[in-house]
Each structure stands twice: as structure tokens, then as C-alpha cells.
């Protein structure tokens, strides 16, 4: 798969460039410039002079004189141009991008200064092809773009873990970044920030270089989100500390993303910040399978996690919508990013969530109302497990964190988020509806009063539900059925004649109104709602 990717990759890395990198990086001087095509398309590869009898390619950076110019905007037709001349009354097509010279310039001279412009550019793809045949580190790729960036470059997973940095040399104070830095991730206090910060979250989705505003840190930041099939994996961050932004940083921050993209699937790069190992070691525990514990400590130490610290799960429910269009690694990101020590992973239908408390240092009511702002932002909802001291059973929780969702979502529809110690009596009902047939579960005695109702047009059991439901309280009965209590105790002793039932035994009175739930829910289910769990 990885070499397939590479060879897909490979063919499609040729430096090409636009008018707005020409317009930047050219040595002659230009009057103005009209440029209206997206930054970040580049199509040019060569420089040619404009003839009349002669075919335009869309990969032509054209020398022409105006007065060619003037009479080319009539046919509609686009293209890139160096034009000799101006008038600032004549206007042009907006299919057109056009750099303005004078017309005392040597046109032989422009074209040499054009081509050593291709050919700057040229070299620094060769050096990045040559860096990435030998395999070389990403901060070396980065370090290579520092001639035409000139600002800091570093690169950021989902999780916001710093991968390389690279800036200018020089004095250690002005420095953005120091070695420190690498591999570590945002501070506590800058992931707090961001938690809420709706550009930060916008940013998951951009698809283009994007800027993000210097509200939060004081400068500017040009970004580009990396995605490997479609899966969101890194960010390179370009930080306007040196030198103002130019609209060219936006195309040649593309580019490099595009070979340090390549160099990612040549080396193997992992998709998410999660030790190696560690989704295999989870999903043979989902899957009810023996772990070595030696192995799965060690794994957990990556992130400073022991087997006996306390964990919870949260079930984040995924769309078919959201797997069609792949964003569901985005939610993973950001449930990763707002969640302190947290790991998201994906799972069929859910992205399962394992928060450790110790790491985190809050406890699960905090961390909740953090994820119900994430949830009620994205239109999500979330089954969430109780907590557990043993990370051997994280299928137990998960399955918790599962089944809250399922049930949640069909008796509680409008809330977000769903506490399985809210349905974990139901979760035992619904289960045992679902799994076992009704006639099995009920005590004979019940079954006699069933069958006495059906023949002789009676409503005895019902009389019996309402009875053991208000805890054998004659009075509180009574105002239920709205009924005298002399008919009321004649049903009683009637009930008890037939059922032969012992009302005064606890446990007969447990099992009868297990019964009752199990057969009102099963009923209330196939009637009115899809159960939850297949019957």
C-alpha cells in the first residue's frame, strides 16, 4: 500500500509556478500588476514570446507588447502575461493575469531574468527530490524553504504535538522556537485557549493554505492541514515573525506540503499521535481477546499511563455522512485536542474515546461540560461509561459508553450527552426484553393470573404492578385505581388465592417487578420505538 502511494505521489511532483510567485521573486522592476487567478494554482512551466500565428498553452508565461495585449483582450482569451508597457485606462479580462513592465526593458534581458526565476525554483525541487530519495529527515525538507518563507516553519499533529521546527539562525532570544520544542506538545494553558476558539476548530477542515488571525498569539499564521487518504495527520505552520506574508507563501507552502506529504508515506508516518502498537493492543482487548500486560504497561507509559489509573470511555456517535466524506478523523482530532488525556480512536459507528483522569487532573464532571460544548458545536451525541481502575477492562466500559447512546437516543432525544448511570437499570431491562422470551422469565404463579385475566376478562395483573409499584401501600394503590378499598382488598385476596404468589418475600417482589419493567418496555419498543438491542 505504502509503495503504491508513493509511485501516485511521485508522478504528480513537478514545480510549477503562477504570476503571483513571478510577481515576487522576478528582478526587474514592474509597474503594477493585474492578477486575478486562485494563489494556489500553479500551471506555468516555461517562458515564451507571444506570435500571433502561433497557439497558446495554459502553461505559458507570455512576453508581449501592449499594443498585442490591447488587441488580444478581445478574443477572451486567459492566460499569463509580461507585458511591455501600460495605460491605466484600458481595462483587461479577469480571466487574464498580467504583470506590467517598461517598455524600455531589454526584451532579451526579461526573458533571462524569467528563466533564472524557473530556474531558482527548479533547483530548490530538485534539492527537495534529492532529500526525499535519500530518505531525509522532514526538518531538513522544512529548512530547505527557508530561502523563499523567510519565517519560521514548524509542523504540528492533530493532537498538537510539535513534530520539527526550523527558523533562521539567529541570537537565541529572538528565536520563535527553541529545541525544546520538538516533540512536545502546546502548553496546557494554549490548549485551553483554543478549547473554545471557533476559528481554531474551523481550521480542522480547511482544504487550501489558510491564515489563522494573530488574536491568540500575536502574529499571524500561514497553515496547511497534510492529509494522507484523506486522513487529517499533520500541520505545517509558517509564523509571520520576519517578514510580512506575500500572497506567493500560499502556492510554495502548498508545494512543500505536497513533498513532505510524500515523504510521510515513503517513511511510514504515523496517522495519529498514538504510540505504536496501541490501536492493535485496543482493539484486541474490544474484542475480548488476552493481552500480554508487560506489553500493554508499556505502551500505556508512552503517555505516561499506568494500567491502574482511573479511565473512562466516551462513545462519540458517527454518521454515515461523516465517513463518506471523511471527517471523521477530524472529530477524533478535535475531541483529542479539547479533552485533556484523552485518546480517540475509530471504531464502527463511534469514535471511542478513553480518558485517563490522573493524566488529565480533572475529574469526569469537568471534562464533561468541556465535551458538551463539542458535542452541541457539532451536532454529535456521546454515550459516557462509568469509571474503571483497570484498563484490562476497557471492553466492558466501551460497551457501557455504547449502550447509553443507544438508549439515550430513544428515551432522551433532545440531550447531547448520555451517562450510562442514567440507563443502566433500563440497559438491564431492555437486554433481558430483548434476549429472553417473556413467558420464561415469569414466576408461575403470575403466569396462573395472566391466564385467569385472559379467560375470565379480568385486570388482576394490572392491579398486582400497581400494587408492587407503590411499595404494597393499600392507600397510595387505591388512589391510583381510583377504586374503594373494600374492592381493592377483594382483588388482593383474589390475587393471592390464584397466584399463590408470597407478596411479604423480597425477592418474589424483585423478580415480579423486573417482570413488569421487562414486559412494559418490551411492549412500549415494538409498539412505538426501534429497541436497541435486536429482539
Known amino acids: 500500500m505504502k509503495n503504491n502511494l508513493y509511485k501516485m505521489y511521485e508522478l504528480e511532483v513537478l514545480m510549477k509556478l503562477n504570476a503571483y510567485i513571478i510577481k515576487d521573486y522576478v528582478s526587474f522592476p514592474i509597474i503594477t500588476s493585474f492578477l486575478n487567478s486562485n494563489p494556489v494554482d500553479c500551471n506555468l512551466k516555461r517562458v515564451t514570446v507571444y506570435r500571433k500565428d502561433k497557439t497558446r498553452q495554459s502553461s505559458d508565461l507570455t512576453l508581449i507588447k501592449l499594443d498585442e495585449l490591447i488587441a488580444l483582450r478581445n478574443s477572451e482569451q486567459g492566460g499569463a502575461y509580461i507585458c511591455l508597457g501600460y495605460d491605466k485606462n484600458i481595462e483587461f479580462n479577469k480571466n487574464m493575469d498580467i504583470i506590467f513592465v517598461t517598455p524600455e526593458l531589454n526584451p532579451l534581458e526579461i526573458m533571462e531574468k524569467l528563466q533564472d526565476t524557473f530556474n531558482l525554483f527548479s533547483n530548490w525541487e530538485k534539492k527537495l527530490l534529492e532529500l526525499l530519495t535519500n530518505n531525509a529527515p522532514l526538518k531538513e525538507l522544512g529548512e530547505s524553504a527557508l530561502p ?88 505545517i505552520v509558517i509564523s509571520e515573525t520576519e517578514r510580512p506574508f506575500k500572497i506567493s507563501d500560499s502556492p510554495l507552502l502548498k508545494f512543500l506540503s505536497s513533498i513532505l506529504e510524500i515523504s510521510m508515506v515513503k517513511q511510514d508516518f504515523p496517522m495519529n499521535d498514538h504510540p505504536k ?70 471504531q ?46 476497557l471492553d466492558e466500559y466501551y460497551l457501557q459508553a455504547c449502550d447509553a447512546i443507544r438508549i439515550g437516543s430513544i428515551y432522551d432525544e433532545t440531550i447531547w450527552c448520555y451517562r450510562y448511570e442514567h440507563y443502566a437499570l433500563k440497559r438491564l431491562i431492555l437486554r433481558a426484553a430483548a434476549e429472553s422470551n417473556i413467558e420464561a422469565l415469569c414466576p408461575q404463579g403470575l403466569l396462573r393470573l395472566m391466564d385467569y385475566d385472559k379467560k375470565h376478562k379480568r385486570e388482576y395483573t394490572k392491579t398486582l404492578k400497581i400494587y408492587l409499584q407503590n411499595n404494597l401501600s393499600i392507600a397510595k394503590t ?12 377483594y382483588q388482593l385476596k383474589r390475587i393471592l388465592k390464584i397466584s ?32 436497541p438491542f435486536k429482539i
Open 148 to 235: 523563499f518563507i523567510n519565517n519560521p516553519i514548524g509542523i504540528y499533529t492533530p493532537g498538537l504535538r510539535n513534530i520539527f521546527f526550523c527558523e533562521r539562525k539567529k541570537s537565541r532570544n529572538l528565536m520563535l522556537y527553541s529545541e525544546e520544542d520538538t516533540n512536545k506538545y502546546l502548553s496546557p494553558e494554549e490548549i485551553d485557549e483554543l478549547k473554545f476558539n471557533p476559528e481554531f476548530i474551523s481550521t480542522i477542515d480547511a482544504t487550501e493554505p489558510t491564515l489563522f488571525s494573530a488574536e491568540m498569539w500575536g502574529y499571524r499564521i500561514l497553515f496547511y492541514n497534510i492529509r494522507i487518504c484523506d486522513i487529517y495527520v499533520a500541520r
Open 277 to 346: 502498537g496501541f490501536e492493535t493492543m485496543i482493539n484486541q482487548i474490544l474484542d475480548k481477546q488476552s493481552v500480554d500486560e508487560s506489553k500493554l504497561q508499556k505502551i500505556l507509559q508512552y503517555r505516561n499511563w499506568n494500567i491502574t489509573d482511573c479511565y473512562f470511555c466516551i462513545a462519540v456517535e458517527v454518521s454515515r455522512y461523516d465517513q463518506v466524506i471523511h471527517t471523521v478523523s477530524t472529530i477524533g482530532s478535535i475531541l483529542e485536542a479539547n479533552i485533556p488525556g484523552s485518546v480517540a480512536l475509530e
Open 348 to 393: 464502527k459507528d463511534y469514535i471511542l474515546t478513553i480518558v485517563n483522569l490522573n493524566a488529565a487532573t480533572k475529574t469526569r464532571e469537568e471534562l464533561l461540560s468541556v465535551l458538551v460544548y463539542i458535542l452541541r458545536d457539532g451536532l454529535l451525541k456521546a454515550g459516557i461509561s462509568e469509571e474503571f481502575h483497570n484498563f484490562k477492562n
Open 478 to 489: 387505591i388512589r391510583h385505581l381510583y377504586v374503594q378499598r373494600a374492592t381493592f382488598l
Open 500 to 531: 399463590e404468589l408470597d407478596l411479604d418475600d423480597p425477592k418474589v417482589k424483585l423478580h415480579l417487578l423486573i417482570v413488569f419493567e421487562i414486559m412494559e418496555e418490551r411492549s412500549l419498543i415494538l409498539n412505538v420505538k426501534e429497541h
